[in-house]
């Protein structure tokens, strides 16, 4: 219908749009792709999953504001909820590798000078020509392919950050900029920068232990406890950082506690990914291996508490199944096209064991 | 990154020791014989080598002293079904528990090495 027809009919065109509304919320392909892989790899924290993803269809087509880097986030949240999982596993799902970020751990730039270490000496001071910069054109250019110029860099716990660093931080939010200690220029406007934060730990801890001891308050995490997470969480971050560095912010995602069911389904990616890497490491010479409930029992009691979430799981995983496996094929006791079946025994020590065909199902096959 | 070579005759060993070490934030290369593990060692540049003591045609013990003889003193960590002495390794290690030691020998291994090189 032309407008001169609605204009005829006494319909003007605002009347008219209305009644093909469009859908401000839609993503496009590539965007609902990223979403799908990143909801399949991080478990329970949808917010932080809808913030990436929005700024990336935003950077997608080419709405970022100029002169500002694409999107500054801040990952609030309890210890081991996964606020580095996500930027890990958003490289992963970009660049098809995990580590593909820039990482700028703020703990180790808690000394004036030491900032050093991430814009270079100027010239005239020690380690001039010396001390190479983290921050450079190069570096943050590294994992750019010709189809996505995005560069991840994460500041972790911004809390630790010396004063010298807030200063380049705030600059860095604000014009996308960096001047480095020989003077050159750095371009940020093509970053996604990420920040987390503890901020509030102590608090949110106070809140997980509850007086009532450890195992009682792991069964009670729910909705509400995480709301009074997230209020602690935002409370403290407003107190400790100044209200020109939250303005720019583009978002603030607090991380949810990982319930008893949700550190289950960690469980369940990790074993996953780790049958992932063998397969990759090994290629044809691929062998499987399952674990026991049991034993997926314990590696959650080893790996996981409401104080430390899933981040010691890795860890633990690492030591307990990957390196057993590993022992098993330097001894040669795994070959090829075996299955290999965890358990644990009653001392406590976990068991391996080949699944063996049995002579009778074998003939069947045959 | 410290750049380690691994070599091994057991290709599933080897490739699955090079995917902990690079997963622990090393830059770790398979070689499933002396042969090519002298080829590798001719092209890149290496920390420290890790070597299986017994390989069918020529042994880790060759490859120990063909390496010591380009780079004297080169850290060399040896592993093997038994305690064999090897006066080209700088420790051995027994294959049934390889892991985790391994990692904490290399760690050991490559500090030594910096200190003896400062």
């Known amino acids: 219908m032309s407008g001169e027809a609605l204009s005829e009919k ?28 990143l909801r399949s790899k991080v478990v329970a924290q949808d917010a932080a999953i809808d913030a990436v993803v929005e700024l990336y269809q935003i950077f997608l087509v080419g709405m970022a504001p100029p002169d500002r880097p694409i999107g500054n986030l801040l990952f609030l949240g309890p210890t081991g909820s996964g606020k580095t999982y996500v930027v890990e596993a958003l490289a992963e799902a970009l660049f098809g590798n995990p580590h593909a970020f820039i990482k700028v751990n703020c703990a180790e730039f808690q000394e004036h000078h030491e900032i050093a270490k991430l814009i270079g000496s100027p010239p005239g001071y020690v380690g001039h020509g010396q001390t190479r910069a983290l921050l450079t054109q190069e570096a ?173 799981l890795k860890r633990v995983i690492e030591r307990n199944v990957v390196y057993g496996l590993a022992n098993l094929v330097a001894t040669g006791q795994i070959q090829s096209g075996d299955r290999v079946s965890i358990g644990i025994g009653a001392d406590g020590v976990l068991t391996f064991s080949k699944c063996v065909v049995a002579a009778s199902e074998t003939a069947t096959q045959q | 990154m410290k750049n380690i070579l691994v070599v091994d005759d057991n290709e599933m060993l080897c490739r699955m020791a090079c995917d902990i070490l690079n997963h622990e934030g090393y830059c770790a290369v398979p070689a499933t014989s002396v042969e090519a593990a002298l080829e590798a060692f001719e092209q890149q540049s290496f920390d420290l080598v890790v070597t299986s003591f017994h390989m069918p045609g020529m042994g880790g013990a060759e490859l120990a002293r063909a390496i010591r003889n380009r780079a004297p003193g080169f850290p060399i960590i040896m592993t093997g079904f038994e305690p064999v002495d090897c006066e080209h390794a700088t420790l051995f290690l027994p294959r049934q528990f390889l892991f985790p030691s391994l990692l904490e020998k290399i760690g050991a291994c490559l500090l030594e090495s910096e200190t003896r090189a400062q």
């Open chain 1, 140 to 312: 943050l250019n590294q994992w750019q392919t010709e189809k996505l110029k995005l560069t991840l860099l994460l500041f972790d716990e911004i809390e630790k950050a010396s004063d010298a660093l807030w200063q380049l931080l705030l600059g860095i939010l604000d014009r996308a900029t960096l001047t480095l200690g020989d003077n050159s220029h750095v371009d940020l406007s093509h970053c996604m920068i990420f920040m987390t934060s503890n901020l509030g730990a102590a608090e949110m801890s106070k809140l997980a232990e509850g007086g009532l001891g450890f195992a009682a308050q792991f069964t009670r995490v729910n909705e509400d406890f995480d709301q009074r997470i997230s209020r602690t969480a935002l409370e403290a971050a407003r107190r400790k950082f100044s209200p020109e560095f939250m303005n720019r912010l583009d978002k603030v995602v607090v991380f949810r506690t990982l319930r008893p069911d949700q550190l289950g389904q960690v469980l369940e990616l990790e074993l996953e990914r780790i049958q992932h890497r063998i397969s990759r490491a090994v290629g044809e010479q691929n062998f499987t291996f399952e674990c026991a409930p049991s034993v997926k029992q314990w590696l959650l009691q080893q790996g996981t508490d409401p104080k430390y979430g899933a981040r010691h």
């Open chain 1, 10 to 37: 006494g319909v003007s065109l605002a009347e008219a749009a209305v009644s093909a509304p469009l859908d401000a919320k839609r993503h496009g392909e590539p965007t609902k792709e990223l979403e799908r892989v």
